[in-house]
Antibody, heavy 119, light 108 residues
Framework: QVQLVESGGGVVQPGGSLRLSCAAS????????MHWVRQAPGKGLEWVAF????????YYADSVKGRLTISRDNSKNTLYLQMNRLRGEDTAVYYC????????????WGQGILVTVSS | EIVLTQSPGTLSLSPGERATLPCRAS???????LAWYQQKPGQAPRLLIY???SRATGIPDRFSGSGSGTDFTLTISRVEPEDCAVYYC?????????FGQGTKVEIK
């Protein structure tokens, strides 16, 4: 069965950096696009970034462009989110989510990891 | 930028009642790109419906989706206590994925 397990969250000061990882199993990781989606405490869902199955195309929400970078290592079945110049409004639970073979939705989600930006 | 509006913010229903959750887009969109998710407290979201009306694997048939153009609906034919959750619609347009703000379903 599909499993997505996020790690790397924690508390970081404003302006700091953090790298999230998402370990994938139960499917052929190298053939599917992947996303990061976040949810601020008590708020709704916000899409963050998408990476194509081969890493050739990446798309970002305007709110994170130039600060957050999505990447993947298909040899390790792992998705990453490098987070730089973090702000208080980046505080959220970050979910990795799998894209389907055809379609523009999120068919499987990880359990999420909390990132808190605070001094 | 296309905005998805989900109103009301909260629906309070008794078990067995029908739940109708609307999602309105600020301009006409392709129904192929509209999906619905359920998020229970403390859990990750779960895909319910994709392509506006196709049920995801393992989703009970009391959940159904419909709509086109700017108006889409998630219907729960007979609400059960386990359906207590927040429901989000989601749209894809031009390399951007957007969520509505969610509708909370409470069970009386």
């Amino acid at each position: 069965q599909v499993q997505l397990v996020e790690s790397g969250g924690g508390v970081v000061q404003p302006g700091g950096s953090l790298r999230l990882s998402c370990a994938a199993s139960g499917f052929t990781f190298s053939t599917f696009g992947m996303h990061w989606v976040r949810q601020a405490p008590g708020k709704g869902l916000e899409w963050v970034a998408f990476i194509r199955y081969d890493g050739s195309h990446k798309y970002y929400a305007d709110s994170v462009k130039g600060r957050l970078t999505i990447s993947r290592d298909n040899s390790k079945n792992t998705l990453y989110l490098q987070m730089n110049r973090l702000r208080g409004e980046d505080t959220a639970v970050y979910y990795c989510a799998k894209a389907p073979n055809i379609g523009y939705y999120f068919d499987y989600w990880g359990q999420g990891i909390l990132v808190t930006v605070s001094s | 930028e296309i905005v998805l509006t989900q109103s009301p913010g909260t629906l309070s229903l008794s078990p067995g009642e029908r739940a109708t959750l609307p999602c309105r887009a600020s301009q006409s969109v392709s129904s192929s790109y509209l999906a619905w998710y359920q998020q229970k407290p403390g859990q990750a979201p779960r895909l319910l419906i994709y392509g506006a009306s196709s049920r995801a694997t393992g989703i009970p048939d009391r959940f159904s989706g419909s709509g086109s153009g700017t108006d889409f609906t998630l219907t729960i034919s007979r609400v059960e206590p386990e359906d207590c959750a927040v429901y989000y619609c989601q749209l894809y347009v031009s390399s951007t994925w957007t969520f509505g703000q969610g509708t909370k379903v409470e069970i009386k």
